[in-house]
């Protein structure tokens, strides 16, 4: 037998985020992922606190930013591998009465330290800004092909490449039992994958599909992220572009689709002047929850089965947070945040 604090099922930002937290706290981990699914390995990673829509703060993105970036950089040094990308991003406006708006919110005080105040009117070449842009500050992306591929090198035999097999989980609320692996607790990340989870299954993650595409543009020289028009155009280097993304409710196949394809490249050119190449269109299922907050806890009839799960789109900046979060709640008894805690859902026949 093998014996293990916690198992941890599912490799995408929540569950590397929460093993990383055990191993700052000196718990042991075992990881089963099935490698099949996951929005983590093809999100773009930005991290960027403000709702650039409506000029507002996320919920806790103070806290949320300043958390991951502490949490992201530790992980860095660790792996001695680059994973943090900072970048501007760069709001092109859309009309006099969006560059207004912005000037009012680079003043609030909640805002100002992330939106720079400047209406800048510079033209850039091979970007469309008739109405002139601001910058978001502190912002950046962090590589998440790079932080799973890190994280799986030093998980050495410490990790199932697996679908997880429901039949073979034994639990007693004192210990948890799965094969020849012997844990105090297992928590459930499965992003989008919650779906065909017997325990968790009935919460309302209801996902949220998103495409994008990876396209060439040689004439185009940016190293900040550019936002316009609903989509973000993020350099990843040697000429080559992140595009997207798009949000679909309805939709929960993970192929990407030729409609959206047409919706990406019309937004596309109506932001950039230079020729381009597609190179790649991709799509995933985003685990986002009916009322646009996380979901972490226990399940109420077995109190060692957790779950890490409701990320939404801003997986970068709230999984470091939750973990934490998650892993006091577990050790130290602390309470969780209303607004994150399964509990809000006991109306859900879970
Ligand atoms: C197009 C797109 C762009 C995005 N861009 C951003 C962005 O810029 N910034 C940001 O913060 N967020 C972004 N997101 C959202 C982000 O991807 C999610 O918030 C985050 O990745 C969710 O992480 P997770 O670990 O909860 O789930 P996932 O990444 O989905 O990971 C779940 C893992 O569990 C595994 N799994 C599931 N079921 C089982 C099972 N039964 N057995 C074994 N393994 C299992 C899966 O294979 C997967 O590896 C984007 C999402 C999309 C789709």
């Known amino acids: 037998m093998k014996k293990v604090d916690t198992i941890i099922v599912g490799m995408g930002i929540a569950g590397i985020c929460y093993a990383e937290t055990l191993h700052q706290n000196k718990k042991s981990f075992y990881v089963i992922d099935n490698k099949k699914t996951g929005s983590s390995k093809i999100a773009?990673?930005?991290?960027?606190?403000?709702?650039?829509?409506?000029?507002?703060?996320?919920?806790?993105g103070e806290e949320f930013h300043k958390n991951a970036i502490i949490f992201f950089k530790k992980i860095e040094n660790k792996y001695k591998k680059k994973i943090i990308?900072?970048?501007?991003?760069?709001?092109?406006?859309?009309?006099?009465s969006d560059q207004n708006n912005w000037a009012v919110a680079s003043n609030k005080p909640v805002l100002k330290e992330f939106l720079d105040s400047k209406i800048h009117t510079k033209k850039i070449k091979g970007i469309l800004t008739e109405f002139g842009y601001g910058l978001v500050k502190k912002c950046g992306?962090?590589?998440?092909?790079?932080?799973?591929?890190?994280?799986?090198?030093?998980?050495?035999?410490?990790?199932?490449?697996?679908?997880?097999?429901?039949?073979?989980l034994f639990s007693d609320n004192k210990k948890i039992v799965y094969g020849n692996i012997v844990a105090e607790n297992i928590i459930f990340c499965e992003g989008y994958g919650i779906i065909s989870n017997p325990?968790?299954?009935?919460?309302?993650?209801?996902?949220?599909?998103?495409?994008?595409?990876?396209?060439?543009?040689?004439?185009?020289?940016?190293?900040?992220?550019?936002?316009?028009?609903?989509?973000?155009?993020?350099?990843?280097?040697?000429?080559?572009?992140?595009?997207?993304?798009?949000?679909?409710?309805?939709d929960k196949k993970n192929r990407p689709t030729q409609l959206k394809k047409e919706w990406l490249i019309e937004k596309l050119e109506s932001i950039i002047m230079e020729s381009y190449k597609i190179i790649d269109h991709k799509a995933s299922i985003r685990p986002s929850t009916i009322d646009r907050r996380p979901i972490i806890g226990s399940h109420p009839n077995y109190k060692n089965i957790y779950?890490?799960?409701?990320?939404?789109?801003?997986?970068?900046?709230?999984a470091p947070t939750l973990s934490c979060w998650l892993y006091n709640h577990i050790y130290k008894s602390s309470p969780i945040p209303k607004e994150a805690d399964i509990k809000r859902f006991k109306e859900v026949n879970i």
């Open 85 to 96: 990308y900072n970048h501007d991003i760069l709001k092109a406006f859309s009309s006099f």
């Open 199 to 250: 325990f968790f299954k009935n919460l309302p993650v209801k996902g949220s599909k998103g495409e994008f595409l990876i396209v060439k543009i040689p004439n185009l020289n940016l190293n900040q992220i550019i936002k316009r028009s609903s989509i973000f155009i993020m350099p990843l280097g040697n000429e080559i572009y992140w595009v997207g993304a798009t949000y679909d409710n309805s």
């Open 307 to 318: 779950l890490l799960n409701g990320m939404g789109s801003r997986g970068i900046l709230l």
């Open 141 to 168: 992306r962090i590589s998440t092909l790079n932080l799973i591929n890190e994280f799986k090198n030093n998980l050495k035999d410490n990790y199932l490449n697996l679908d997880f097999d429901f039949s073979k």
């Open 44 to 60: 773009a990673g930005i991290f960027n606190p403000t709702v650039l829509k409506r000029y507002n703060m996320t919920w806790n």
